[in-house]
């Protein structure tokens, strides 16, 4: 217990310290020293512009001036490399509060640009001010959240095939750029031009190749010790593999070709979705943190410093994982406008307004992607965890929908860390740990060794599986892409007329063509459990309350129905007793059932109810049992 407070104090400090040095390199984020013109410095050379349609921005401050501010006007200068003699020029009238802001004309993917800004007239000096080199235009990615966004690359097991692949040449059209920890008390839309560099020498914006052969001396945990590491593994990794993976099924769409990906990396680990709201929208919803465990005046401060600098820049979308959080807290119902069902769609809104206030720029309907909560990732609150998921549709039971429109997401209740937190320490094997010790790796492909984690298992290792399965639901929703952007939907229910079977059945219009129902085999023998499936006996709570009647609840075994749309519960452990609800994945770590994850690791995606061959997991359900069907709580509806 010795051993476990110090590690825990050393990881506050070390968090605390690696904030604070940030802060302390970057203490005032507004506007820029008095020159002639500068480009904010959410833009740098080897970034990526959002492609056409759309008109990506480019914005700055301007200063020194002969007189009135907005008397002056900023000139903006495009030149491409392959054709150095022509440029295009964009002029801007500076604003009263010294910022400047133009359009510029919808370009296709690709390119090699330059691109520079001078204050052409009203100011003292007309040379040119800023400029950016290498710039091309792609798909820009806003992602955003607490620690499972903001863990590095390097804590994955999936880290060094990745390296590799880069190495050898591949993921070359992504782009990334970090940004640091910036809490601010009032919005700030302009920022210096070195914040979040993931080297001291570099620019902020750096493709994967550089990223891969820029190294730092950096210690990158309290344990891990100061060693030369490639800075691209200080990204973050649920940010890193959705553009890894999305490059991937762009480039089966396009006959191996994938646009340039930029990839913005803005997160904080430990915070509530309240810090990243904009503070007037929370009132949208009741039951939220603000003034309550959270102090009124931190609401809306990582929206104010770590998302207002981007929502003037053109993007394509968003990418979400938080949550954790926010478990504890009230899951809450968007019909009700309560808790984080209200919140997650809340927020999303309130972003997409402030994207697309300029015509042209970011749709008004920008996609946006949501990581739900892992398993094994509740903070301790097991019994909120199956409600918390649902929440995170906006109490739908699937996106999109009409709260959470031209929305993606991926299931991770069953991509938690294989390993328990008995393998959470350095020296785990050896470690206050009865006999026998956990072995960590033993003959798994999931090793201990090979990938740390980092705070144990509340940050999954396996990030690029759950990452693969939100760039397969981008490419159907926003792309246009053919297959599944989600496994299997619950439609309804019905009850066999002796009363032993539960006919669950799924919603055939999200099945695509050749995608059938399947029920993976699954262990009985670690109890029930591993069917990941409960019928209530008595009393239950409703989905979005704590489950306090754990007691009603008895899992019962699944299989496959020849349909190809539906399986079949057995209701035989219940002796007879009449059924009145049902749930699904509804645990916080739901599948292996009993088995002793200090020993033997749990397979990833091993629930038993899939898409196939998509291999897509069931979304979580929660349906009362009336009359023998099935009656979802609304805004969901399961009654066919």
Known sequence: MMALSKLVVSLVLWLALRSSLTMAKHPHPGPLSPIPARFSGVFDHNMVLQRAPAKAAVFGVAGNFTGDPTAATVTVEVTSAADSDTSKSYTATVGDDMTWKVLLDPAEAGGDYSISCACTAGCVNSSVGGKMENVTFGDVYFCSGQSNMELLLHFTFSRNDTLAAIAKGMYQNIRVRQFPHNAQPEPVYTVKTDMGALHPDAPTWLGAGQALELEETMSICPWCGKTN????????????????????????????????????????????????????????????????????????????????????????????????????????????????????????????????????????????????????????????????????????????????????????????????????????????????????????????????????????????????RLAQAAAVVVYGAE???????????????????????????????????????????????????????????????????????TFVNVKADTSGSAIMVDLSPLNGAKPTAVRYAWQDYPCCGALDRTYTPCPMASCPVMASPAMLPAMPFFALLQDGKCKCIPPQICDK
């Open 483 to 553: 297959g599944l952007a989600t496994g299997p939907v619950i439609a309804g229910c019905s009850m066999s007329t002796d009363g032993s079977t539960l006919a669950v059945h799924f919603n055939t219009s999200l099945l695509t063509s050749g995608q059938k129902v399947i029920v993976q085999d699954y262990d009985p023998s670690l109890e029930m459990m591993a069917s990941a499936m409960e019928v209530c006996a008595g009393e239950a709570d409703p989905p979005y309350a704590p489950d306090t009647k754990d007691g009603n609840w």
């Open 229 to 468: 590491r490639s800075v691209l593994v200080s990204f973050s990794a649920a940010c890193w593999y959705f553009g890894q993976a999305l490059t991937d099924e762009l480039a089966k769409m396009n006959n191996g070709n994938a646009p340039p990906i930029g990839l913005i990396a803005s997160s904080v680990g430990g915070t509530m979705i309240e810090l990243w709201t904009p503070v007037e929208k929370l009132a949208n919803c009741k039951n939220t943190s603000c003034g309550d465990r959270i102090n009124i005046t931190q609401c809306g401060t990582l929206y104010n410093g770590m998302v207002a600098p981007f929502t003037n820049m053109t993007v394509k979308g968003y990418v979400w994982y938080q949550g954790e959080n926010n478990v504890f807290a009230d899951t809450g119902n968007s019909m009700e406008q309560t808790g984080y069902g209200c919140m997650l769609p809340n927020m999303v809104s309130s972003w997409r307004e402030a994207w697309s206030v300029e015509p042209g720029t970011t749709d008004a309907m920008a996609p946006f992607g949501v990581y739900t909560l892992a398993a094994g990732t509740s903070e301790g609150h097991g019994t909120h965890m199956g409600g918390f998921r649902w929440s995170e549709t906006a109490n739908y039971g699937v996106v999109p929908n009409d709260a959470m429109p031209n929305c993606f997401m991926a299931s991770g209740y069953d991509l938690g860390d294989p390993w328990d937190k008995n393998c959470y320490f350095r020296n785990c094997c050896t470690h206050g740990v009865v006999e026998p010790q956990p072995p960590c790796s033993g003959d798994t492909r999931w090793s201990w060794w090979a990938t740390n984690y980092f705070m144990g298992p509340i940050h999954p290792r396996p990030k690029l599986p759950f990452a693969t």
